[in-house]
Structures are given as C-alpha cells and as structure tokens.
C-alpha cells in the first residue's frame, strides 16, 4: 500500500542517477578504460572525494539530523583504513619476501616467512615481531571484518558512556574531539603496533592485481567507492525517513519531550552514532588504498572538523546536501591547496592561495552559517521555488494574511 | 476505589529550599482532579516527581496494582508504564507535521529496532485520523505543527497524550493562553477524557476549574492544604488567606 522509498523521497533517485552518470563518465575519459582524458591520479582523486562524501552523508544522519555534533567521525575512518591497510601491507609483503626467499638453496619454512615479513614491517620502529593486533592481518575477511567491528565497537563504548551520562551540546563535541585527539596521539607511538607516525604505507599496491596496473584499478575503486556512496546513501535515507528519522528528529528538537513520550533516547542515539561510525569506518576502508598511505595524522581533531564545515556548508539536514558540500569543497581545497592555481595579483599585494584558501574557508564558513543556514542545497529550494517571501515582516496580502512569512513556503 | 497512583510523604528540596514538603497524594481510575495553589506550590515539582524529572529525597511513589514504585524508572520507562505528560507550554515537534507527530505518539513498541522497521497499516492511519477528529485537527494533518496557533498545537499535545493510551495524565495549566473559545472546547475535552482515563490538572485558573467541576487539591508550599469539592476547599480560611485573598 505505500510507495517504495525512492518513489517518496525522489531526491534519493535523481541523487542515484548523478552518481551513475558521473561514475560513468569519469570511466569513459579515464586512462584505463577510455579516452584517458582524465589522468590516473585525477581518478584516484574523484573516487577519494565519493568516500569523504560517504563519511558526510553518515555525519549529516548523526548531525543534521539526531543533532548530535560529534567532532570525531575521521576517526572511524582512519580506523577503518587501518585495519584495511593492515592487510594489504602484510599481503604484499608477504609476496616480495616469497619471491626473495625462493632463491635460497633450502626453500623458506612459514615461520621464517613470517618472520621477514614481520622484520619488513616493522624495522622502522625497531621490532622484528607482529604486536598482538596484527593476528588477523593474514586474512583479508577477518581485517574486512574488523573494518566494522573495530570502530564499531568503539562508537558503542564511547557512545554508551557519553549518552548514558547525558552528555550534551558542546560537551559532547569537545568530548568526541577528546576521543580522536587522544587515538592520534596514541598512534603516534611506535610501540602501539601501528608503526607510530610511518604510518602504514604502500596502500595502493593492491596483493594479486600487479598485473592490472594503476590505470585500471583507479577505475575499479572509483566504481567501488561509487557503489558505497549509493548502498550507503541509500541505507541512511531509509533510517532517516520513517517513524525512525522521526524520532530522531524529534530527539534534536525536543530531546525531553520524547522521553515523555517513552521512548529511549539513548538507545537512538547510540544506534544512530554505531551506525554512522561503520558507515564511516567503511568508507575509509575504501579511501586510504587510493590515497596509498594512512598515518596518524588523519585521526588529527581538524580533519573531523573540516567534515562538519563540508557538511554545514552543503546544508546539513538533507543527505544530498552533505554529499554535495564534501564533493564541491574537498575538490575546491584540494585544486587551492595543489599549487594549481593561479596567484591572484592585487598590486600591493600577491594572494597565495595554498596559503589563503584557509581564510577563504574559514570566512565562507562563517557566511553560510550567518546567511544561509541552509547551505548549497538551499540553491535547490530556489529553483523549485519554495522561497519564503521577503516582505520584512508585513503582511502578505489580503489572501495570504494571516500567515507569517515563513509558513507562506507552503 | 483503590488508588491508581499514591503519593506517600514524599520531600524535595533544591539548595535548601523545600519545594515539596511532606506531600501525600492519591488518584483513582478514571478520576478528574484539578490541583489549584499559588505560584511556587509545588505544582509543577509534584509533576516532575511522578514523571521521574526529579528524584524526591525521600518518600514513596506507588503506581498501578502492584503498587509499583516509580522511583526506581526513568522517564521513558515511566511514560511507557502509562503516565503521559501535557507542560504548560505546548511542546510539539515543529518540524514535522500533525501525523507525524501523533504517529510518533501511537502506543506501540518503542525499540529502537522495532521503530526501524515499524510500516504505517490502515489501522495505525485510521487510529490517527480519529485522534486528530478527537481534538479538532483533522484537517490539519498535513500541516508542519510549527505552523498551528497557540490552541491548536495545545490541542495537538493533548492528542498525542491521548495516542501513547496512558492511564494517567498530568496536565499542565491547558488552559494557559488560550481564549475563551479555546478553553470551553478544552473543559469539554478534558471531561471527556475522564471517561476513560485518570487525568490530573494543573491550573490558575478558577473558572477554568469551576467549569471542570471535579474534585479539587490545593497545594500550598509543598503540601496539601485542603481536598474537596471547589465549594467546600473555597469556603476553607486557610485556603482564602493563601491563595483567594491574593487575587
């Protein structure tokens, strides 16, 4: 008797429809399936952005929509790069110490494979063992496994003490800043068997796929992290529509209310935060083998902060906003910040923008905030109309009068 | 009758201020009561106890059959129990509309999971209707509840309460703001509420009180003062000197 999802939310299918079309077009000028009109790195670059747009889709749901502002999503996906990337770089290791190892007189035993791997691992912090949370790194299902259980696990702890104990408002956000800061730092170490500040490198290298080369592959990730975009878009839209996104949007109003109407808000929240954190975790998992390099400085507090700025500025609220905010600023930062674009020669003055495009932010941050609570995706209410007349206040006619200027959008 | 909710001996105080001073309090099934006292009484506090707002520090809060203690839920456990809650401000969710918020209110199961796969069927559509027929919004339902007046959205609180089919309802002055209209429609329906299910009332209001006509508590610095018809607790001298002789 109702209408399937999309039917009733039709910005899920026109979201839908761009990623598809744009997916393909970025296949058909790529190097390694077309024209080559896009190079390699500029693929690498676009399926990177569908990832970050993944991460802002799942911070709009814990945001914009349960209204919890947590300033710590990039450590969710760091995370789940890691544990990605533990896998990939024993994988490969794996296979290179095999290949040098083949030429000895007596053939190599697992152990002493094991062992080589272990000293090419972890030479540059001066260990020639794997640390006890390397056991599954042999297994590709059982780090794809830890990709969702290991940040998973850790929203639910955190987010069970911090809701438990009604932690609100900014409290709340200094506490989920807390909580990356203190990941990072704690990363940071050698001795915290993630090779401290080298990071785990060599990503790219996909174990088995030497044979297809980087053009290909950028490809096969950018379709990949297209698929998440969408599965995980489409997941999101679903819990926020419904007697669910209901609630939810109610715990961000009228946090109290709802507990009269007997419903725990606590267990919202934290399904809400375990959700987003995996979705993240996920898409971080597909971002770091693009990127070739994870390392702690992706769990910094600014990087979940920049999140919430790319997804104030799209328009948090509305999932395509957040989407649309992380595409259009991460691809804006990243052409300011690569040195690409042109100086800006004022006379007295030269604008270096790798060093202004902060300000530039920082300011348009301030603006849409101030301007236009409603972000880019307020530019779609524009074009359907739905603009609330500007009379200043007096009255809107004979028709129209008793209404205020705002309910008049409907 | 055997009491619905009891309220023995309970004191609450905040910073050394005795909101609540050895209170004690009972209701029945399906009884209409008004709880009238001057400002700072207690009203507001003795509501917040029984929904679990407020840890009374010492005292007992029996609900139910079983005599069950309210002191050891939260209030969403509470809620769930059957006690629903009107505040004297009306808060309804703005952002979302009339069926949105009465759907929310549905009595059903609360889970979180349970909420997530949780499909409208005809009856839940049906059930909503007649509520919204009940309180006079049904051709408002597809409204942002942001955009009613002042009464309307009382009146949509009310039918919200009415959707979670609690057993008891705390009502906090709904007559607060309204005209005069408004507050005949909302005696009519208060009354009628009283039918089915136990309400208590918080007002200033005493026409308002008079025209509920039902048995009256006056509060006065955290404790009853006197218990009665209107007539009978009007007529009282302490009662006059507190509170009438005020106004």
């Known amino acids: 008797m109702r209408k399937p999802l999309v039917l009733r939310h039709p910005s899920i299918l026109v979201f839908l429809g761009v990623l598809a079309v744009f997916t393909v077009a970025v296949t058909v000028l790529s190097a390694g399936y077309g024209t080559g009109a896009i190079s390699t790195s500029m693929v690498k670059t676009l399926g990177k952005t569908l990832c970050l747009a993944l991460a802002a889709v799942a911070m709009d749901l814990v945001w914009g929509y349960a209204g919890i502002l947590s300033l710590g999503q990039m450590a969710f996906f760091a995370l789940g790069g890691y544990m990605i990337g533990m896998w990939l770089m024993v994988a490969r290791t794996e296979g290179i110490v095999t290949g040098t190892l083949a030429n000895l007189p007596i053939p190599p035993t697992d152990a002493e494979i094991s062992a080589a791997v272990a000293t090419q691992i972890f030479g540059v912090v001066g260990s020639d063992k794997f640390p006890l949370i390397w056991a599954f790194s042999g297994s590709l299902w059982g780090q794809l496994a830890l990709v969702v259980l290991v940040p998973g696990l850790l929203a639910l702890v955190f987010g069970w003490l911090a809701f438990r104990s009604r932690v609100n408002g900014v409290y709340l956000s200094i506490l989920t800043q807390a909580m990356t800061l203190a990941l990072a730092l704690y990363l940071f170490q050698n001795d915290s068997g993630l090779r401290g500040n080298n990071g785990l490198s060599g990503l790219q290298n996909i174990p088995g796929l030497d044979a297809v080369g980087q053009e290909k592959l950028s490809v096969w990730f950018l379709w990949a992290s297209a698929l998440a975009l969408g599965l995980g878009y489409l997941l999101i839209a679903w819990v926020a529509s419904g007697k669910f996104g209901s609630v939810t949007r109610a715990i961000r109003d009228d946090e109290a209310r709802v507990r009269f109407l007997g419903y725990s808000v606590e267990s919202y929240k934290l399904v809400v935060f375990v959700l987003a954190a995996v979705v993240t975790a996920i898409a971080g998992a597909l971002y770091y083998p693009q990127a070739g390099i994870i390392n702690p400085a992706e769990l910094a507090p600014i990087a979940s902060i920049y999140l919430a700025v790319w997804v104030a500025i799209g328009g948090r609220g509305r999932l395509y906003g957040a989407a649309i905010g992380a595409v259009f600023v991460s691809l804006l930062s990243s052409w300011f910040t690569g040195g690409r674009a042109p100086d800006l020669n004022l006379g007295f003055y030269i604008v270096k923008w790798v060093d202004w495009w902060q300000v530039m932010l920082g300011l348009s941050f301030v603006l849409v905030t101030l301007f236009a609570p409603k972000g880019l995706s307020g530019l779609v209410d524009l074009f359907e109309g739905l603009r609330p007349p500007r009379r200043r206040g007096a009255a809107l006619g004979p028709d129209m009068g008793a209404l205020r200027e705002k309910e008049a959008v409907e | ?247």
Request: glycine share 8%; with cysteine; charged share 25%.
């Open chain 2, 1 to 247: 009758m055997t009491a619905l909710l009891e309220v023995r001996g309970i004191s609450v105080s905040f910073d050394g201020f005795r909101a609540i001073n050895n209170l004690s309090f009972e209701i029945g099934e399906c009884e209409l009561r008004a709880i009238i006292g001057p400002n700072g009484a207690g009203k507001t506090t003795f509501m917040d106890i029984v929904t679990g707002k407020t840890r009374p520090n010492e005292g007992q809060v029996l609900w139910g059959e079983g005599s069950k203690s309210l002191l050891k839920m939260n209030e969403s456990q509470i809620a769930r129990a059957g006690i629903g809650r009107k505040f004297q401000r009306p808060t309804v969710f703005e952002d979302q509309t009339v069926s949105e918020n009465l759907t929310m209110a549905l009595s059903a199961a609360r889970g979180p999971f349970s909420v997530l796969r949780w499909r409208p069927s005809a009856d839940s559509v049906a059930r909503v209707a007649e509520l919204a027929e009940e309180v006079g919004l049904a051709d408002q339902l597809a409204r942002k509840a942001g955009e009613l007046s002042h009464g309307q959205k009382q009146w949509l609180e009310i039918g919200m309460l009415l959707a979670q089919d609690p057993r008891l309802l705390l009502v906090d002055e709904p007559a607060a703001g309204m005209t005069l209209a408004e507050r005949e429609q909302t005696t009519t329906l208060l009354r009628r509420l009283s039918e089915r299910h136990a309400v208590v009332v918080v007002e200033h209001d005493m026409d308002f009180v008079r025209r509920l006509d039902c048995k009256v508590t006056v509060l006065h610095e955290g404790s009853v003062l006197a218990e009665g018809s209107l007539d009978h607790v009007t007529a009282n001298p302490e009662v006059i000197e507190v509170y009438l002789g005020r106004g």
